[in-house]
């Protein structure tokens, strides 16, 4: 799933074109990289946001299309 639509999905982030934004603007890193919209999101990726002042690091714990709101919180792990 590319990471811009799991963002979304897992509601780290309130809408895909922030997410987008986001990456375009060098702060989301996959594994220690910058990582691109496009990136392909895999279980075990660690993700670290650079969000304003603050840093906030999540390990993927699963992968899905569509995600409830009471099942997006199961999807990562906040680190």
Do not use: Q
């Given at each position: 799933?590319?990471?811009?639509k799991y963002?979304?999905?897992?509601?780290?982030?309130?809408r895909?074109?922030v997410?987008?934004e986001?990456c375009?603007a060098?702060?989301?890193?996959?594994n220690?990289?910058?990582?691109?919209?496009?990136?392909d999101?895999?279980?075990g990726d660690?993700?670290?946001l650079n969000l304003?002042?603050?840093?906030?690091?999540y390990e993927v714990?699963a992968v899905?299309?569509?995600?409830?709101k009471e099942?997006?919180a199961?999807?990562y792990?906040?680190?």
């Open positions: 799933m590319r990471l811009d963002l979304k999905v897992s509601r780290i982030v309130k895909r074109t997410a987008n986001l375009d060098g702060r989301v890193e996959a220690g990289k910058a990582a691109r919209a496009s990136y999101v895999k279980v660690i993700l670290t304003g002042g603050s840093v906030k690091r714990l899905s299309e569509f995600a409830p099942a997006a199961s999807m792990r906040e680190l």
